[in-house]
């Protein structure tokens, strides 16, 4: 018999899972009780937590703004400046803007290194983590600029001497690979000038600062409480998330193992059963689902399901007598057949229905009685049971009772 898996639809098992809806509102319905309830026991904690940061956050920016001599420059009046350093080469040398180069960039990492901040810090009472906010260098290739910014031309002033002479204490260093290049100040000019971009920076770090005062002051309740909310949210998403996923893990089970037939080529395969029919039956219970899982069948009420199983089973077995048998344990099922066999019977063709034949040995027995006959096996996907209609397809086999046509519902 061929392995099931080989016939495995991903569309019907997608609506399978569809169908059993309620299971997955039920998981989220006790994953947003479970999360509420955890979140209640737990929530002022986490409010006191949010509060804290809230606070240590306030204290940090009202530091820097009180300390930052960035900070403090009124962007209007921003004194500038600027010390422009050039190589001066006494014999000519070949690649000569190579040694340059390289000799500005060592300047460059000696500047940013730190090492010129603590000497600034030390000489002139400035704490060494603002220094860079007011001394930068620009390498320019083969010469380099540095730039002090502050709000005062005096202070300035100081700042700059102070980093010219870290800078000449350090030629002495760079001398010991670059002998050729020797540093020159080529240019120290002093200027005053409107700094916008500087106006912007103060203006945001003032909002923020003024933002956090706002939120501590009113208790960061509301905050606490928006803060605790997205995480529930995401708890409930997490815990929908991971229990779908071990549903659909079990659903996937159920469907390929669960014992009932899923789909028609599970009996049409292994039995060379011969398709005359199939229709979704509307009334009953997933009727929507079923028309979606089986969009390409005809769906039809009962009453016009039984008139066409009539027309089928008529028109394939001509003067013969029909047997519909199933194993179907659906109350549907029974009805639809049995008022099959009576249209069958107003037409004058003789039908009966035998349900279950391997549970009655007198029903094989009045099939075997009859000269010409025809058997036409009726069952429902998603509700007859393999064990069940292998049985009647075996008990048919070992009775010799042809049994060649099937028709399937849905």
């Known amino acids: 018999m061929k392995n099931r898996n080989d016939d495995i639809d991903v569309k019907n098992i997608f609506f399978y899972c569809i169908s059993k809806w309620y299971f997955f509102v039920l998981i989220a319905v006790f994953a947003l009780v479970f999360v509420f309830l955890s979140g209640n026991i737990s929530g002022e904690e986490n409010e006191d937590t949010v509060s804290e940061e809230v606070v240590q956050e306030y204290e940090r ?3 820097y703004l009180e300390d930052s001599i960035k900070m403090n420059i009124d962007p209007t009046n921003v004194y500038k400046e600027s010390l422009v350093y050039d190589f001066v080469i006494e ?61 005062d031309s005096a202070r300035g002033q100081e700042i700059a001497a102070v980093v010219d002479k870290t800078i000449r204490d350090y030629e002495e ?90 789909e028609s080529l599970e009996m049409v395969l292994p039995y060379g059963l011969h398709v005359i029919g199939a229709y979704v039956v509307k009334s009953g219970k997933g009727g929507a689902f079923r028309r979606l899982r089986y969009s390409n069948v005809i769906s039809v009420e009962e009453q016009k399901c039984a008139e066409l199983l009539a027309i089928q089973a ?38 009966e229905y035998l349900e279950e034949i391997q549970k009655q040995p007198e029903a094989v027995g009045k099939i075997m009685e009859t000269l010409d006959y025809q058997i036409i096996l009726v069952e429902k996907i998603g509700v007859s049971r393999r064990n069940a209609v292998r049985a009647e397809m075996e008990l048919c086999k070992n009775c010799k009772i042809a049994a060649e046509k099937a028709i399937f519902l849905y």
């Not at 030390?122 to 390498?139: G, R």
């Not at 290049?181 to 003024?210: A, G, P």
Request: glycine share 8%; charged share 25%.
């Open 314 to 351: 008529v028109s394939q077995c001509p003067g013969q007598k029909i047997y519909f048998i199933s194993a179907s344990p659906d109350e549907t099922v029974r009805e639809i057949l049995k008022l099959t066999t009576e249209k069958c019977q107003a037409k004058g063709i003789g039908a």
């Open 173 to 262: 260093k760079v001398a010991q690979t670059y002998r050729c290049c020797q540093l020159k100040l080529v240019e120290w000019n002093s200027s005053k000038e409107m700094d916008l971009d500087l106006s912007r920076e103060q203006d945001q770090v003032s909002t923020y600062l003024e933002a956090l005062k706002k939120e501590i002051e009113s208790a960061s309740a509301s905050q606490a409480g928006q803060s605790g909310y997205t995480e529930m949210i995401k708890k409930v998403v997490l815990l929908t998330g991971g229990g779908w996923v071990l549903l659909v893990a079990v659903l996937l089970i159920i469907y390929l193992y669960g014992g009932r037939i899923q």
């Open 61 to 63: 920016v009202e530091e």
């Open 91 to 151: 014999e000519p040398l070949e690649n000569e803007w190579e040694y340059k180069k390289m000799a500005a960039g060592q300047y460059e990492g000696f500047i940013g290194s730190g090492k010129l901040a603590e000497q600034v810090a030390e000489t002139v009472s400035v704490d060494k983590q603002y220094i860079y906010e007011i001394v930068s260098i620009a390498n320019h290739g083969t010469w380099f600029s540095v730039y002090v910014r502050t709000g």
